[in-house]
């Protein structure tokens, strides 16, 4: 993993700052059939390859942002606020 | 040949060099059972497959050298001190496995019980190791609580007089402690390969094949083979083999990270955790302290960590073992691990009638290793679940019935 | 002036001696030397054992792949083990002692051992020792581990200081010698920051031992001395990592005798570069053949620089093996200082030689000498006497940082070497570590490399040297020599030799990775630095393949060993992590309080009184006196929180399984928060202090956790809320006051009406104090008596509390801790995360009311309906009182049905929490059991195996006191 994350708020950080959630998926409709909430919860992806993950800049600006890097290289891509443009 | 002290003396006297190992065959073009992983797990299987219900006609296909992925990576560290009901026995019939296994398949993995001892910092963690040894004793599986004093008696140079978080006791199970890792990839391919089974190393399965609903061949770097049965057992590439079949896991691969320090005289007899951070170790038969903490924390398909965990680590040792400050580190290396979401693991049927998958064995999938093999041949060869690994549904997710010891839910680095 | 120092030359500063010791032996040597070239000075060859055979070794190279010459240095506390000769710098009253023999380096039993050689070959533990089954454990193994090792590791405290610190620059360039000088000279001069590494005591490399170089290197090392360059002489660069950045250990004081305690004795960098260069220069290759360890044989490379750098003569009569051109310069060389070159021993066609020695086209057959080299026997020919032997095998580039992330060596025919990629990502590859040779040829190279590095990031420089062409050809790596029988080393420390490479092959563990774990050849404290390219030329030739088929095996971090001290930096001891002090610590502190380490907090746990003679005795008291008359309690460690914005509500409403959306303002509201999958995170009370401002406690354990779940909530699923977050939880002192008083002294203090219809229970307000602030007052029962929390700015902490406490003196109020606390919570069946233990939904607590079913969505609703979460056998809270009050209930004791065998089977579940309740006069105890709600009444053994227990007991309702709530809303 990069030793160093750009977050789009504070710019490039040391990634002890920052704490990893795992896969950014979206968060099913309320609605949504039980299967896709247990896929939710449950089931990823989990390829060899570029990823989209959701990570915290929990000693920093505490903004939780979109990291899309890839799993066998460990170059991060992009970085974005999870919030999307907004903030 | 099997290995005795006659054969040894022998081969010193003449200088002969000994049969090879196991068998180094050419793929066959169609085999009753291949299973696709040559670590622990996939060796173990296709030996307890030939020895224990006589299927012989097996091939095991590792995409790299034998024992190239995390059964030669490990912390070699063996115990079944484990809390739930669905875990606990199965971990125990590995440990008597182990207690068997080097007159079992006659070649020397160094088990080496000299004991695990987990250090207790807290009243609260006092308690949930009462909670699981007694768990551990309910099932007659050997546990002890040792108060401070008695810690001090066998780990002396422990840091028992500065420490940030004091030393109040340890849990410890005898019984516990480390197997040379490779030897034990090792002595399942030499068993399994002496009774039939290939062992085919270099050979990746790069595609799975169906027909009519069943698995019908498997793609290799080596050409296509046919089989009756597949078995899959690739631990960290879980995710990338179900793939091939278009199955998606609960799991995810997390890279940790092991160390070993310069081999040193005899500094530590036991097995120890700490427990008041990410830090365990132990001492090789050749003196190198074995040591590691935490998984890395992201998805990582690399096998190589990063310098924070190494800090980590470091710190833990020192704060527990003061002395180990002018130890010198020797080496780190990475294994990816198949982490599931609870943190224990799958060893089921799939939704493909003679498809088996074996995977989610986290970071303690070695001490797993005789008895995941023995599981995983019983479901293969009689189509149900061996006894003790009845909990390991691939279902058990979506049905609610998590095999959950730490209590941290569907994230698998926190387990 | 000792035996083997020669008259003149050097980098010595012969005006001053050190004196230091080996083995007990008081020796001297000047400054400059390392301690292996004070020993060589002194004439002391033989320097230590080998791990198996414990072979008589002397040291073989001059650097940090040395295999040989290991030493313990230092003592007490600063005692380090299988420290290098070759890397120490001598410092007066330096201690060293030979390691791995007894009883004395000279007489070493264990060299018996190589008697048994033939049948102690490669791989040999695993087919032995398993006879009878018994011994292995009892008999074998203990003898085998007393055998571990080499040097023995302290057990005492280190004295000493480390530290760790970042670096950034625009170039990092790793090695000081011709082409790394050259590259920070470049990059130094177009105005780049730059950082130069080089693990020896001087920079310069390989010039060092080339005095011709020397008037170049001073020019060079004055002028980046004007520049921006950090010079970081004795600093090891032993990783390189993501993102670029790489780590460095410095040795800062470990060339002294006495370190100040006001420094670090090393330092950890980690460097992040925008780009590196690697001049980490190229390894000689021993010759492998039959006793190519006799102390008095060394590399050309290490004679050369023994012979420059400190002018030590390795002996009296030199052989020198070589392939290629390596040799015939050295010799030249010795010659020219009028030392005496035995024989010249070239493999193949070298350069024209004029010199005296004989030159002689051939292969040693076998070196003959025990603890000192005496003759060196040609393969089919002569003998030569000779007490020195330097060899030269070619170079193997040093590329193990080039492949520390995944990038897989590969083979030059040209180089005859295996190569790194020359141009990665963020790091290119100078010089000799690119397969070059001769000074003139790096300089070019290095220059050239740092002009492409500074290119890549936008910079222009010019070179500071010009290209050259190369001084030799490349040699191929030699494998083992020679039919002459006896053990040809390839790794000396582990004692692997030339036949066990090939008995591996034979036996099927031929692939590098599988010959090594099988014969541990390149698992020493060397990592294979000089014997791994022998080691896999001798297995092409065993498999019958080329060598680049069979490849190296994988490079990793370090390249050389690192000290956990190091890596470990300030982190030890009691600031092994920061300490977390509630603002009441102090006030607390003034009562005499006991204080537990609760996370990375101290909580006061009890506060004893004199004559009281032990910790239960206090928490009685404590306990009876809240349940009489009153006791604050210090819960500032509980998570605060302050949620603002329009949408609080909803917000809130989502995140906890019962509604919040219509609590009411000036109200608080017990919530229990679930994860995703149905589980219940954590639990706490939440106020409302205002129309769009919220107020929640936390747990202690999870006050950060639950902070960093809001914000993902808020942030990442919800941004379209009007949400704010702030973690208060170091802002506000907060204490429970508790007990039937409790409202008659708050009265005292809070300057508002707090009868029981103006301040009803869950009533939540911020009040203002008599003392003139304002706080925040919530009448909320962890107890179960009539309660209040009152939090005021932190500040105002002690001084409210102490008001308290002079207030209650009549009504004899006192001070309770963490544990009279945990104490009152289960007689009044509260639960804490012993019980929310992460895999347990509402209902098991009892708490089923509390999901919610007419919110469309809050966090965990999906899940909650699963078999597995719903089904009757699961867990729930219960009671436990033991049938005879005498006997004590413990904490992690099991359940069973009375009568049942202890087997796992019939585990009922276990005690969560258990206390002495001084109310009841008994032990008591909170349990999960299986299907416990309808079980209360249920005789069962209370099972504790660990201690020899099972105690007959009975199953009730988890509220031991007030179960209809009267004293709540009292
Ligand atoms: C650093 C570290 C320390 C650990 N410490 C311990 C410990 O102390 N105790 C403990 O109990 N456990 C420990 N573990 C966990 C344990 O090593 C693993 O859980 C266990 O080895 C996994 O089972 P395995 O041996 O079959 O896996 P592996 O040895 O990884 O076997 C899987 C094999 O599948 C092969 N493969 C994958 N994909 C394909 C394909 N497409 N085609 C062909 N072959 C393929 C891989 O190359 C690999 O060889 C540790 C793990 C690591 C990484
Ligand atoms: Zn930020």
């Avoid at chain 2, 190393?201 to 169906?210: K, S």
């Avoid at chain 3, 060859?45 to 313990?72: C, D, I, Q, W």
């Avoid at chain 3, 089954?133 to 074998?140: M, P, T």
């Avoid at chain 3, 970042?166 to 920051?193: K, Q």
Wanted: neutral net charge; charged residues 20%.
């Amino acid at each position: 993993m990069a030793s160093l994350i750009p977050c789009p708020h504070c710019g490039p950080r040391p990634k002890e700052e920052f704490t990893v959630r795992g896969a950014a998926l979206p968060r099913p409709a309320p609605n949504a059939p039980v299967a896709e909430w247990q896929a939710h919860v449950y089931l990823r992806e989990n390829p060899r390859g570029d990823y989209a993950e959701h990570w915290h800049h929990s000693g920093g600006c505490r903004r939780w942002l979109v990291v899309n890097r890839n799993t066998a290289t460990h170059a991060v891509h992009s970085v974005t606020d999870a919030a999307g443009e907004r903030p | 040949m099997r290995y005795s002290a006659l054969s040894v003396l022998l081969n010193g006297l003449t200088g002969k060099a000994p049969a090879p190992a196991w068998r180094s065959p050419a793929p066959k073009a169609e085999y009753d059972v291949v299973i696709v992983g040559g670590g622990g797990h996939g060796l173990a299987t296709a030996y307890y497959l030939a020895k224990e219900f006589g299927i012989t006609n097996v091939a095991v296909l590792e995409k790299g050298y034998v024992g190239s992925g995390n059964i030669g990576r490990n912390t070699t560290i063996i115990r079944s001190n484990y809390l739930l009901p669905g875990n606990n026995p199965f971990y125990e019939l590995s440990m008597k496995l182990w207690e068997g296994l080097e007159q079992d398949f006659n070649f020397n993995a160094m088990v080496s019980q000299r004991g695990v001892v987990n250090l207790i910092h807290s009243d609260a963690q006092r308690d949930a190791y009462r909670r699981r040894g007694n768990a551990m004793r309910l099932h007659g599986v050997d546990a002890e609580i040792l108060d401070r004093e008695a810690v001090r008696k066998i780990l002396p140079f422990l840091d028992f007089d500065n420490a940030r978080f004091p030393i109040k006791g340890a849990i410890r199970q005898r019984r516990g402690g480390t197997v040379r890792h490779d030897a034990v990839a090792w002595g399942y391919a030499r068993g399994a390969s002496a009774r039939g089974v290939d062992i085919i190393p270099h050979c990746e399965v790069t595609a799975i094949r169906q027909h009519n609903g069943s698995v019908t061949e498997v793609e290799t770097s080596r050409g296509t083979i046919r089989c009756k049965r597949l078995a899959l057992a690739t631990a960290g590439h879980s995710g990338i083999t179900a793939a091939m079949v278009g199955i998606t896991l609960p799991i995810e691969t997390h890279a940790l990270q092991a160390y070993v320090s310069e081999g040193l005289k005899p500094f530590i007899d036991t097995v120890v955790t700490f427990g008041a951070g990410h830090f365990y170790l132990s001492q090789s038969d050749k003196g190198g302290l074995v040591f590691g903490g935490d998984i890395e924390g992201y998805n990582s398909y690399a096998q190589r960590g990063n310098l924070a965990n190494i800090e980590h680590v470091a710190e833990a040792g020192v704060a527990m073992i003061p002395a180990l400050s002018r130890v010198r580190v020797l080496r780190a290396w990475a294994g990816v691990m198949d982490m599931s979401m609870d943190g224990s693991p799958i060893i089921d049927k799939t939704h493909l009638p003679n498809l088996y998958l074996n995977a989610g064995w986290c970071y303690g999938g070695f001490k797993a290793t005789p008895a995941s093999g023995l599981c995983f041949a019983h479901l293969i060869a009689k189509d149900a679940p061996h006894e003790v690994a009845r909990a390991f549904r691939l279902d058990r997710f979506a049905r609610g019935y998590l095999i959950d010891e730490k209590g941290q839910g569907a994230q698998p680095n926190l387990h | 002036m000792t035996s083997h120092r020669l008259p003149t030359g050097g980098r010595l500063d012969r005006s001053r001696r050190v004196e230091f010791s080996f083995d007990g032996k008081q020796l001297a040597g000047h400054p400059g030397d390392t301690l292996a070239s004070a020993l060589l000075a002194n004439g002391q060859r033989l320097m230590a054992r080998s791990f198996k055979y414990h072979r008589p070794r002397g040291v073989v190279t001059a650097g940090s792949a040395e295999p040989n010459a290991l030493m313990t240095i230092g003592r007490e506390g600063r005692t380090e083990p299988n420290t290098r000769a070759t890397m120490v710098e001598l410092y007066q009253g330096l201690e060293a002692h030979s390691q791995n023999r007894w009883p004395s380096l000279d007489h070493d039993i264990g060299a018996l051992n190589g008697l048994l050689s033939r049948f102690l070959g490669a791989g040999f533990y695993y087919k032995t020792f398993m006879w009878p089954a018994s011994f292995w454990e009892k008999v074998y193994e203990p003898i085998i581990r007393r055998a571990a090792g080499l040097g023995r590791a302290t057990t005492l405290q280190d004295p000493d200081r480390y530290e760790k610190t970042w670096a950034h620059c625009d170039l990092l360039v790793i090695g000081a010698g011709a082409a790394g000088l050259a590259a920070a000279l470049t990059a130094a001069r177009a105005g780049a920051s730059v950082v130069l590494a080089d693990e020896g005591m001087e920079l310069g490399g390989g010039l060092l031992s080339d005095p011709a170089a020397w008037p170049q290197l001073t020019e060079i090392l004055a002028e980046l001395a004007t520049l921006n360059v950090r010079l970081l002489p004795r600093t090891t660069v032993f990783g390189w990592y993501d993102g670029n950045v790489f780590g460095a250990v410095e040795r800062v004081q470990k060339h002294l005798a006495a370190p100040s305690p006001d420094a670090p004795v090393e330092r950890l960098w980690r460097i992040a570069a925008r780009q590196a260069v690697l001049a980490t220069g190229a390894e000689e290759r021993p010759q492998v053949f039959a006793g190519n360890d006799i102390p008095g044989i060394m590399t050309a490379s290490a004679t050369a620089s023994y012979l420059h750098r400190q002018a030590v003569a390795p002996g009296q009569r030199t052989t020198i093996l070589t392939q290629g051109p390596a040799g015939f310069a050295l010799a030249a060389q010795m010659e020219a200082l009028g030392l005496e070159v035995a024989a010249l021993v070239s493999l193949g066609d070298g350069p024209s030689w004029q010199g005296k020695a004989p030159l002689i086209r051939g292969i040693p057959g076998k070196a003959i000498g025990g603890k000192s080299l005496k003759a060196l026997q040609i393969e089919g020919g002569a003998r030569i006497e000779a007490d020195a032997i330097a060899m030269s095998g070619g170079f193997s580039p040093v590329i193990h940082l080039a492949c520390h992330r995944g990038t897989r060596p590969v083979w030059s025919d040209a180089r005859q070497a295996f190569l790194a990629p020359v141009e990665q990502e963020g790091l290119l590859i100078a010089g000799a570590a690119a397969g070059l040779s001769g000074h003139a040829a790096c300089l070019g190279d290095g220059a050239a490399r740092a002009t492409a590095a500074l290119a890549r990031i936008g910079l222009r420089a010019t070179p500071a040297f010009g290209p050259a062409p190369e001084d030799t050809i490349a040699q191929p790596p030699l494998g083992a020599l020679g039919k002459t029988k006896g053990k040809k080393f390839v790794d000396y420390q582990n004692d692997v030799h030339a036949r066990d490479l090939i008995l591996a092959a034979a036996e099927g563990y031929a692939d590098a990775e599988l010959a090594k774990r099988y014969t541990t050849s390149g698992m020493a404290t060397d990592q294979g630095k000089l014997g791994n390219i022998n080691a896999a030329a001798i297995l092409a030739k065993a498999r019958g393949t080329t060598i680049a088929e069979v490849g190296l095996t994988t490079f990793r971090p370090f390249y050389t060993p690192v000290s956990f001290g190091a890596l470990a930096g300030t982190s030890r001891g009691h600031d092994f992590q920061p300490v977390r002090r509630s603002p009441l610590h102090g006030w607390a502190e003034s009562l005499g309080a006991e204080f537990v380490e609760t996370g990375l907090w101290y909580r006061s746990a009890w506060f004893p009184r004199a004559g009281e003679t032990g910790w239960r005795q206090s928490v009685d008291r404590e306990v009876l006196t809240v349940r009489r008359a009153a006791g604050l309690c210090d819960v500032s460690t509980l998570g605060k929180i302050e949620i603002f914005g329009a949408d609080a509500a909803e917000f809130l409403n989502r995140i906890y399984s019962n509604g919040f959306a219509k609590l009411p303002v000036g109200r608080a509201r017990y919530g229990l928060m679930l994860r995703e999958d149905g589980f219940i995170y954590d639990d706490g009370t939440t106020s409302r202090l205002g129309e769009d401002h919220f107020y929640m406690t936390t747990t202690t354990a999870l006050a950060a956790g639950v902070m960093t779940h809001l914000e993902f909530c808020a942030q990442a699923l919800w941004p379209d809320l009007d949400v704010r977050l702030a973690s208060a939880t170091d802002q506000w002192a907060q204490m429970a006051v508790a007990g039937p008083m409790a409202r008659q002294i708050l009265q005292r203090i809070v300057d508002t009406d707090l009868s029981n219809e103006a301040f009803p229970f869950m009533a939540a307000r911020e009040v203002p104090l008599k003392c003139g602030i304002t706080g925040r007052l919530f009448r909320i029962s962890f107890s179960g008596e009539l309660a209040y929390e009152l939090a005021v700015p932190a500040g105002y902490g002690e001084a409210v509390a102490a008001a308290i406490m002079t207030a209650g003196a009549p009504e004899g109020i006192c001070a309770y801790g963490s544990e009279a606390l945990a104490v009152l919570r289960i007689e009044k069946g509260h639960v804490t995360h012993a019980e929310i233990n992460g895999t347990v939904v509402p209902a098991d607590l009892g708490m089923g009311k509390m999901v919610s079913t007419v919110k469309p969505d809050f966090i965990g609703k999906h899940l909650l309906d699963r078999e597995g979460l719903t089904d009757p056998a699961r867990p729930q809270l219960v009671g436990v009182v033991p049938l005879d009050p005498a006997m004590p209930l413990r904490t992690g004791s099991h359940v069973l049905a009375k009568g049942a065998e202890a087997t796992l089977e019939n585990d009922q579940g276990y005690l969560t929490s258990s206390a002495h309740s001084p109310h009841l006069g008994h032990s008591i105890a909170l349990a999960l059991v299986a299907g416990g709600s309808q079980r209360h009444g249920e005789e069962v053994v209370v099972w504790d195996g660990l201690n020899d227990a099972a105690i007959p007991a009975r199953l009730t309702s988890p509220v031991f006191i007030d179960p209809k709530n009267e004293k709540l809303h009292a």
